[in-house]
C-alpha cells in the first residue's frame, strides 16, 4: 500500500506543457546551431543587468525580500499605478498558475483559444477545471467567440493573450477594451502581455485598475531577455492582487532576479534597441519565409510564424528537418494552426543558419 | 459585482508565513547591522559558484532546462540514487507546497509540531488541510506523539524537521527510523532535512528509495549558501517522485541556479569548510548566550535557539530589544518554545555586534 493522492491529482496525465530544447539535444545527442524555439530573446539582458547579476552574485545567500518592495514600487511608477497594484512572482507561468488556484475548482469552466499558451491550460487541468476551447479565427484569437463561450459556460475566467502565441497576432486596443466592456463582471480576465514591449503601443489599452475583473500579465522573460531568471508582473484592482498574498510563495523569488529586474527596468534604453533589434528579425525571418515562397504571418512579438502552405503533417516534417539540421524551432499543434512553424528571433549568425537550411528542410520534407 | 475567489482561497487569512528583514529595515527606517534572523549562512557561496554565476550572467536569457536533468544527475550521483528519484524545485518551499497539494484537499489531517516550520503550515492551509499539530517536548519534536496524532487522525501526510527549526534539535538515525518504521504505509512522511547538511551523520538515516512513504528534502540555502537562488530537491520513491511532474511549474527554475547549485554541489571541500565555520559559530553564538547566563540549546542547524529563562513576553521583549539595536533575529511563537530567541550563524563582525548589544538588551529587556 502507498500513500493516496489526492483524486484529482491522482486523474493527472503526465505531460509537461513543453519539451525543452536541451532534452531534444540529449536525445539527438547533439547541440542545436542555432536556437530559435523557445520564443527566448537571443539579444539577452541589457550589459547593465549583467554588470548587476555579475556585482551581486555574492548576495545570493541571503533570501531575497518577500514582499518584492524595491521591484514593485519601480514597476508602479513605471506604470503609473500604486504598488498594490502589483504583484510579482517568478515568471507569468507562476502567476498564472496562482491565478488559476484562485478562480478555478474541480470542474469549473474555464475559456480560452484552442492551441493558445499550453502552460494555462496545464494549470487549469491541475485544478480540476473544465477546459473550453475556441478556434482561432483568421489567424487570430476570436475575441467576439470568446466572450459567446464565456457567457454561454457562465464562466468565471478566460484567457487572452495580446499579442498572442503561437501566431504572433494581435488585436488593437479597441478591440480589446471593447472585449473587456463586454465581458460580465463577474468574470475574470487574465490578459496576457508577456509580448506586449514588442507589440505596436496601439494594441494595448490604458492600465485601468478600476476594473476588478482584469488581471494584465506582463514578463522580464521576452523583450528583456530574462526568461532563465523567471520574473513577471499581475497588474490589476487591489483587491484582486493581495488575493495573491494568500497563497503565493512568498520567498519564491531569486534575489539575483529582483536585482537583475529592477536594472533592466531602469534601462529603457536598451530595450528600445532591443527592440529595434527584435523587429529587424521578425523582418528577416519573414524575408527568409517569403524568399522560399512560404507566408509569414504578422507577428508583434519575439517570433514569427511561418504557414508553410500545406497542412500539419507537412509542416511537422518541416520542423523535423529543420531540428535534424541543428535548428530548434517548434511549431503550433492545434488544428488549422498546425500548417505553421514558428521561429523565435535571435542573433544573425543563428538567423544565418536558419536562411541555409530552411531550404533543404523543405526540400527534405516534400 | 467581482469575480469569485473559490470559497476555500477567499476563505484564507492575508498571513504570511514570516516578515522579511528588510520589511523591518523599511518599518524602523535603518538597515539592520547584523542581519542573523533569517536562517541563512552568512559565509556565503562558495568562491566557485559565484565565479560560475557570473561567468553565466549572460546566458540568463534562456529558459532553463525543464527537467533539470543535470544537476538531477549529479545530486542523483552524489546520493547514490537514480536521478528519477529526484524532483529538483525552488527551494524546499515550493517542494513542501507541491506535496501538500499532491496529498491533502479540503479537510485532509495533517501532522506536524505546533511550532515547526510555518511555510508548511501555510501550504497545508492553502489546500484547506485541517492542522494537526503536536507540541515538543523537551525542546524536541515528539516522534511517538506525532505517531500517535498520525493513527488517530489517519492522517495520510505528515511533516516533521530533522534538524528541527525553530529549535535546532534533532533525532538520530535509529529513531527516526523507528518512526518511519511504525508509520502506516498510506501516511505520507516529509522528512525536512533542510539542515542534513550541518547535522551530525549519526542523525541521517540511509536513504531508501524503496519506502514509498518517505520524501526526504534537502536544499542548497543553508550550508551551501544560497537562499536567494532558490534551489531545493526532494528524494523519494520513483512513482512518488514522478506525482511532482504532474503539477510542478516545469519552467520555474532559473538558470543561473542550476548552474550554481550544480558548482556548489561540485565543491564538497568549500562546503566542509563552512559547516566547520558554521560549528565554530554556534559555538560562539552558544558561548555568548551562557556568558549572559542564558541557556544554548544544542543545535545540528546553522543558528542557536537560546532559552531566554523567563516566559515568551520576556523574551520577546529581549527579541524587540535586540532588533532596536540593529540586530536582527527572531523568535520561536508556539507556548513553550516562545521563552526562546533564534540567532542564525553569521561572520565574527556580525557576532562582536551581538555580543555587545546582546548584555544591553537583556538589561532593557528587565
Ligand atoms: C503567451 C505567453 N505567456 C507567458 C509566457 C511565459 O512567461 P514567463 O517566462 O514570464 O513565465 C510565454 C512564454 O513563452 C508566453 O508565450
Ligand atoms: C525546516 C526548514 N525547511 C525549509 C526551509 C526553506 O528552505 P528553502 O530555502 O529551500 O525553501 C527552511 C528555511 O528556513 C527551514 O527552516
Not at 488581471?215 to 508582473?233: D, I, N, Q, V
Not at 535534424?324 to 524551432?329: I, L, P, Q
Request: charged share 20%; proline share 6%.
Amino acid at each position: 500500500m502507498n500513500p493516496k493522492l489526492v483524486p484529482l491529482i491522482d486523474s493527472l496525465p503526465s505531460t509537461v506543457p513543453f519539451v525543452g530544447p536541451e532534452a531534444l539535444e540529449r536525445k539527438r545527442n547533439g547541440l542545436f546551431r542555432a536556437r530559435l524555439g523557445a520564443n527566448e530573446n537571443g539579444f539577452g539582458p541589457a550589459p547593465s543587468v549583467i554588470a548587476a547579476i555579475q556585482k551581486h552574485a555574492a548576495e545570493s545567500w541571503k533570501y531575497a525580500d518577500p514582499e518584492n518592495f524595491d521591484l514593485k514600487h519601480a514597476l508602479a511608477s513605471h506604470l503609473h499605478v500604486a504598488p498594490s497594484n502589483i504583484v510579482v512572482g517568478e515568471g507569468v507561468d507562476t502567476l498564472l498558475g496562482l491565478a488559476v488556484r484562485q478562480y478555478v475548482s474541480e470542474g469549473t469552466p474555464v475559456v480560452t483559444s484552442l492551441g493558445a499558451y499550453p502552460t494555462f491550460n496545464f494549470h487549469v487541468a491541475g485544478f480540476g477545471g473544465r477546459l473550453i476551447t475556441v478556434p482561432y479565427r483568421d489567424d487570430r484569437e476570436d475575441l467576439s467567440a470568446l466572450l459567446d463561450a464565456v457567457k454561454r459556460e457562465n464562466a468565471p475566467l478566460v484567457y487572452f493573450s495580446n499579442p498572442d502565441n503561437p501566431m504572433g497576432t494581435w488585436w488593437d486596443a479597441d478591440d480589446v477594451e471593447r472585449f473587456i466592456d463586454a465581458l460580465p463582471p463577474t468574470t475574470m480576465l487574465i490578459l496576457d502581455e508577456a509580448y506586449g514591449e514588442t507589440a505596436p503601443a496601439s494594441s494595448k489599452p490604458a492600465i485601468d485598475i478600476s476594473r476588478s475583473n482584469v488581471l494584465r500579465m506582463r514578463t522580464f522573460s521576452k523583450a528583456y531577455g530574462l526568461a532563465g531568471m523567471r520574473c513577471g508582473y499581475a497588474i490589476g484592482a487591489q483587491q484582486q492582487i493581495t488575493a495573491f498574498d494568500k497563497i503565493r510563495n512568498h520567498f519564491g523569488m531569486n534575489k539575483l532576479t529582483q536585482i537583475a529586474a529592477l536594472a533592466a527596468l531602469k534601462d529603457q534604453d536598451y530595450l528600445r534597441q532591443v527592440v529595434g533589434k527584435i523587429i529587424a528579425a521578425r523582418d528577416r525571418i519573414s524575408a527568409i519565409a517569403e524568399a522560399n515562397g512560404l507566408k509569414a504571418i504578422p507577428s508583434a512579438t519575439n517570433f514569427v510564424t511561418i504557414d508553410c502552405g500545406k497542412d500539419g503533417a507537412y509542416a511537422l516534417s518541416v520542423l523535423n528537418r529543420l531540428i535534424e539540421r541543428d535548428v530548434f524551432v517548434r511549431k503550433p499543434m492545434a488544428p488549422g494552426l498546425d500548417r505553421c512553424i514558428r521561429v523565435s528571433v535571435g542573433l544573425d549568425a543563428e538567423l544565418d543558419i536558419f536562411e541555409q537550411q530552411l531550404p533543404l528542410a523543405l526540400q527534405a520534407a516534400s
